[in-house]
């Protein structure tokens, strides 16, 4: 399928049922889940027009959700604009290959542009293999490692 056929869009209110499909399909790629407060918190958030810091896109195939990107703008001491940090990208196993996931990181890409904020950061596991592929070929690898408490 041409990357064409990918349409990006925000998320909106009326996307919970496929946005939450997509969103606990990544946590459980993670092994890890959150609690319904957690699910109902983020989502009022990522829709809510007074919350700026925070977004969501989704990816459709064929008016059919079949990936997601959550990004947060944050201050930063060593710039003066904001930084993205890409929280969560997910792209279903089913259309992964076909550009969906490069697709969801260009439109944060155009976003931070849009936001004057041009730094846009994420992690992921060191085993993720099929992923640091694409990583690789569309950012520039980093070598900080993450410490959490």
């Known amino acids: 399928m041409p990357q064409d056929a990918i349409?990006?869009?925000?998320?909106?209110?009326?996307?919970?049922?496929?946005?939450?499909?997509?969103?606990?399909?990544?946590?459980?790629?993670?092994?890890?889940?959150?609690?319904?407060?957690?699910?109902?918190?983020?989502?009022?958030?990522?829709?809510?027009?007074?919350?700026?810091?925070?977004?969501?896109?989704?990816?459709?195939?064929?008016?059919?959700?079949?990936g997601l990107v959550h990004f947060i703008l944050h201050r930063h001491n060593w710039r003066i604009e904001d930084v993205v940090y890409l929280q969560?990208?997910?792209?279903d196993p089913a259309v992964r290959g076909k550009g969906v996931g490069r697709k969801l990181i260009?439109?944060?890409?155009?976003?931070?542009?849009?936001?004057?904020?041009p730094s846009v950061y994420w992690m992921t596991q060191d085993f993720n293999a099929d992923a640091r592929t694409l990583y690789d070929r569309i950012a520039t690898l980093t070598p900080f490692i993450k410490y959490q408490r």
């Open 106 to 117: 260009e439109a944060v890409y155009a976003e931070a542009d849009r936001r004057g904020t």
């Open 7 to 66: 349409t990006i869009r925000p998320l909106t209110a009326a996307d919970r049922t496929a946005w939450g499909a997509l969103w606990k399909a990544y946590l459980a790629f993670y092994e890890t889940s959150v609690t319904e407060d957690v699910y109902a918190n983020s989502f009022a958030r990522l829709i809510d027009p007074a919350v700026d810091e925070m977004g969501c896109f989704l990816a459709e195939m064929e008016t059919k959700p079949v």
């Open 88 to 91: 969560d990208l997910y792209a």
